[in-house]
C-alpha cells in the first residue's frame, strides 16, 4: 500500500465504530451521499473531482483519499483531474498549492492498476 491506501485504511475502523455508535445518523449521511453522487445532470465522475476539491481546500486528508480513489473509480482522467486541482488552485491559493498536488498524487496511486506484490501488508 501507499500513503492514500494507508490514509483511507486508517481511518476504516473509527469510521466503522462510529457508524455502529450512531446507526440512524450514519444512514442518512449514507444516503445523502448516495443521491448526492448519483448521476444526474452531472456525471458522477464531474461530482468526485468536485468532492476533491473540496477536499483540498478544506485541507482533508481523508477527504482526498477517498474522493481520489472514487474519482478514478468513477472514470474522471489524469487531465480532468490536474483542471480540476487548478480550480482549488484558483479558489484556494497558497494552501491549495500544497494540498492539490497532495491531492494529484492521490488520484495518480489511485489510478494505477493494483500491483502484483508478492508480500502484501497484513490486516
Not at 68 to 96: F, I, K, N, Q
Amino acid at each position: 500500500m501507499t500513503e492514500y491506501h494507508n490514509i483511507a485504511a486508517d481511518l476504516r475502523r473509527p469510521t466503522r465504530d462510529l457508524r455502529e455508535a450512531i446507526p440512524e445518523t450514519w444512514g442518512g449521511f449514507a444516503e445523502l451521499h448516495k443521491s448526492a453522487m448519483a448521476d444526474g445532470a452531472l456525471p458522477k465522475r464531474v461530482k468526485e473531482l468536485m468532492a476533491l476539491v473540496v477536499g483540498v481546500v478544506t485541507h482533508c486528508d481523508g477527504c482526498v483519499a477517498y474522493h481520489a480513489r472514487a474519482a478514478a473509480a468513477a472514470g474522471a482522467t489524469e487531465a480532468e483531474t490536474a483542471e480540476a486541482l487548478g480550480v482549488a488552485l484558483l479558489m484556494d491559493g497558497g494552501p491549495a498549492s500544497v494540498w492539490a498536488p497532495r491531492a494529484f498524487a492521490a488520484y495518480r496511486e489511485f489510478a494505477q492498476p493494483p500491483s502484483a506484490d508478492p508480500n502484501p501488508p497484513q490486516a
